[in-house]
């Protein structure tokens, strides 16, 4: 059974900082793309950042500068560190692992967590 559990999101000011994690189980996780995507209130899902099992990064162009994404395959966890948070960063933010292996995608998703940055 596959599971990816978020942790780390809460309330923060804007300008602060917060780390979010994603531990994975029930996958190999080294051979996975990995991901966060965010869901704001009325909004559809959208990139975050995604790391590739070789280390490649990927960001939406609303966080990159701020937000960081890396991987410990040792821990089978993924990271994102979030600096210069800003109030348009409140959503829910989900973690995503993905594997592509030729006519088959595994794509797995977390429960979620918030994160919600005000005054």
């Known amino acids: 059974q596959v599971q990816l559990v978020e942790s780390g999101g809460g309330l923060v000011q804007p300008g602060g900082s917060l780390r979010l994690s994603c531990a994975a189980s029930?996958?190999?996780?080294?051979?996975?793309?990995m991901g966060w995507y965010r869901q704001a209130p009325g909004k559809q899902r959208a990139l975050v950042a995604t790391?590739?099992?070789?280390?490649?990064?990927n960001y939406g162009d609303s966080v990159k500068g701020r937000f960081t994404i890396s991987r410990d395959n040792a821990k089978n966890t993924v990271y994102l560190q979030m600096n210069s948070l800003k109030p348009e960063d409140t959503a829910v933010y989900y973690c995503?692992?993905?594997?592509?292996?030729?006519?088959?995608?595994?794509?797995?998703w977390g429960q979620g967590t918030q994160v919600t940055v005000s005054s």
């Open positions: 995503n692992a993905k594997r592509v292996i030729t006519f088959k995608t595994n794509d797995y």
């Open positions: 029930g996958i190999i996780f080294s051979l996975y793309t």
């Open positions: 790391i590739a099992n070789g280390g490649s990064t």
